[in-house]
């Protein structure tokens, strides 16, 4: 299995920025794709940035130029660098990782598992 454990998110003010640590834990030898995501309220949970195990990464338009993903293979941690924050980036921030091009443990195949999540960690910013 994979835990991730988010960390990083607070209140912050506009123009501010954060740093986003999710630490992961277990089969962390192979990922496929590790990413960001965040729900604010009332909205539907969207992609922020995602990061392949090439080092790939692929941002939503309202992101880019602000916020950059990275990952520190030893630390088994994947890290989201906001910047120059906006009140419409408040929102709860989740990662992710797909292990779906990973060689597949029991477990996993037995309870089609492919994906994990981390418990989020909330993002405000006021203005």
């Known amino acids: 299995q994979v835990q991730l454990v988010e960390s990083g998110g607070g209140l912050v003010q506009a123009g501010g920025s954060l740093r986003l640590s999710c630490a992961a834990s277990g089969y962390t030898s192979c990922w496929s794709v590790m990413g960001w995501y965040r729900q604010a309220p009332g909205k539907e949970r969207e992609l922020v940035a995602t990061?392949?195990?090439?080092?790939?990464?692929n941002y939503a338009d309202s992101v880019k130029g602000r916020f950059t993903i990275s990952r520190d293979n030893a630390k088994n941690t994947l890290y989201l660098q906001m910047n120059s924050l906006k009140p419409e980036d408040t929102a709860v921030y989740y990662c992710?990782?797909?292990?779906?091009?990973?060689?597949?443990?029991?477990?996993?195949?037995?309870?089609?598992?492919?994906?994990?999540w981390g418990q989020g960690t909330q993002v405000t910013v006021s203005a």
């Open positions: 990061i392949t195990d090439r080092g790939s990464t």
């Open positions: 992710n990782a797909d292990r779906s091009y990973c060689h597949r443990t029991r477990f996993e195949i037995e309870n089609n598992k492919h994906d994990y």
